[in-house]
């Protein structure tokens, strides 16, 4: 089977099937993450959490750096209340820099003095690595310059093929992280130094550079001086 899969979908609003997606969701087996996002906007950031956040995050420890937002918006209850401990959750929100280019995936996103991790380090942490958000703060400065082809794309369609079936996508899966998108949701591509990414494939990108300890150190000030 695939190593993790990992949602690019913020299910925020009931749906029907949520009740089979929550059944599926609490079957052991791969580990699953569920995408959350941030939202900062001009309420104020004493506003009421939302729903199960105090059970999908953590406190903010002292000391602790990350992203702060006015809000999270998370998976509807019914889902986070049925999933296993195999499921979680992480953020899909990223923050690019002024020139509007995104180039760090930082570990952490806080608000209501809560955090969730970034679903970048969340998903490496699953897979084993060791710079997870749990034992490294870091910058999440990324390399995202990749050779076409480096993140496979597959249409959902090709997964209902039979399964025996010559060339079926599951049998290139195993033990990889699969991470699922939506083209009719993603209505914007994100600028990487390393050109136009969806959002689903800048996701995928990083976690891989954070699985494979691939973090780029800043330049120090001598350096920049010297450019």
């Not at 020139?99 to 970048?120: I, Q, S, T, Y």
């Not at 209505?187 to 780029?216: F, M, N, Y």
């Amino acid at each position: 089977g695939v190593g993790i899969v990992v949602w690019n979908i913020v299910f925020a609003d009931p749906r029907a099937g949520d009740a089979q997606l929550g059944e599926a969701l609490s079957a052991p087996g791969v580990a699953v993450m569920l995408a959350a996002s941030a939202s900062r906007d001009h309420e104020p950031r004493d506003r009421p959490p939302p729903s199960g956040l105090s059970a999908a995050s953590q406190p903010l420890q002292a000391g602790q750096t990350a992203v702060p937002w006015s809000s999270f918006v998370l998976p509807v209850e019914s889902l986070l209340g049925a999933a296993g401990p195999s499921v979680a959750v992480g953020v899909v929100t990223v923050e690019l820099d002024p020139d509007g280019v995104l180039r760090r995936v930082p570990p952490w996103h806080e608000a209501h003095g809560r955090v969730l991790p970034a679903m970048a380090w969340a998903s490496a942490r699953a897979l084993g690595q060791d710079g997870s958000p749990g034992r490294q703060q870091g910058v999440g400065l990324l390399p995202w310059h990749t050779h076409p082809g480096t993140v496979p794309t597959v249409p959902l369609s090709a997964l209902f093929q039979p399964a025996g079936a010559e060339g079926h996508p599951v049998v290139a899966m195993a033990g990889k992280a699969v991470f699922i998108g939506s083209s009719a949701l993603e209505t914007g591509r994100l600028l990487t130094p390393g050109g136009e990414r969806s959002g689903t494939a800048a996701l995928a990108i990083a976690h891989a550079a954070l699985q494979q300890g691939r973090q780029l150190t800043p330049a120090g000030p001598g350096w920049v001086g010297a450019l």
